[in-house]
């Protein structure tokens, strides 16, 4: 299955979702590919570890200057989870139709792919969802970021690709009480069915930029093993949203 993770908006945490979430999915036994289509700001190569020892990536594939599989680097920090990093330049992005043939060919070899979307509604957003069989719609509890994210399922649901909302950086007490949007709100403005919450944790941030594994007993860790869950068609209740303060 291919699935593509988006937002509209940048920093909702699409990459952060697209690398808990691959790993989950490989906590499940499943052989994970994750490609980087943010080209310009390639993300996942640190979040998973693999940091500056890439030498190819997504657009050297696409132009014939390596083998597929040598723009394929093992997460040292995830067996079982696979990146592709994203183009250098921006303008190295593939075409939507190279990224339906890429997926075509390495959906043999994997299990489930995961495409990380850049932000915006652009070229590269069309490449990102291109291949896409579902996506996994990003907001932060913010009515900005819950619009954007409206906007894009509108776009996805114009294309034929069912779409999921996922709330990130959700806390349970927000520090301006009451004035903030709950996650009904949110959920209500993106008008899409709820697949999932991420708690705002700075376990997350920290594992992202050292490429750290969350620690398996984190709420971000069982957060992202539900949702995993309920991609593979599981039927998972919600944590409990008190309990993640801890
Ligand atoms: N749930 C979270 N808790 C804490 N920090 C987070 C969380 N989600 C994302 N971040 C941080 O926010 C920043 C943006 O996230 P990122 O995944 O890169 O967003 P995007 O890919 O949508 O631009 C990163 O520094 C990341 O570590
Ligand atoms: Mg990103």
């Known amino acids: 299955m291919v699935t593509v993770v988006t937002s509209g908006k940048g920093g909702a945490g699409k990459s952060t979702i697209s690398a808990g979430l691959a790993r989950a999915l490989a906590h499940r036994g499943k052989r994970v590919l994750l490609i980087d289509g943010d080209a310009g700001l390639r993300s996942l190569d640190v979040m998973l570890g693999i940091g500056g020892s890439a030498v190819h990536d997504l657009s050297d594939v696409l132009n014939g200057n390596c083998q597929p599989v040598h723009a394929v680097y093992p997460s040292p920090i995830c067996p079982n989870v696979f990146v592709i990093p994203a183009p250098v330049e921006l303008e190295q ?76 950086r959700l806390r349970p007490h927000p520090i301006i009480k009451g004035k903030m949007p709950d996650v009904d709100e949110v959920i209500d403005t993106a008008g899409l069915q709820l697949i999932g919450v991420l708690p705002e944790d700075e376990m997350v941030s920290v594992a992202n930029a050292y490429g750290k594994p969350l620690p398996s007993e984190s709420y971000a860790a069982v957060c992202f093993a539900n949702i995993a869950a309920r991609l593979s068609g599981e039927t998972v209740a919600l944590a409990p949203l008190k309990k993640m303060q801890s």
Do not use: H, W
């Open 93 to 168: 992005m593939p075409t939507p139709d190279d990224m339906v043939e890429l997926c075509r060919n390495f959906a043999e070899y994997y299990d489930e792919i995961i495409i990380d979307c850049p932000a915006g509604i652009g070229r590269g957003f069309l490449t990102a969802v291109a291949a896409a069989d579902n996506a996994l719609v990003v907001t932060t509890p913010d009515m900005v970021c819950a619009r954007d994210a409206q906007i894009v399922a509108r776009l996805l649901e114009e294309k034929g690709i069912p779409s999921r909302l996922i709330v990130n």
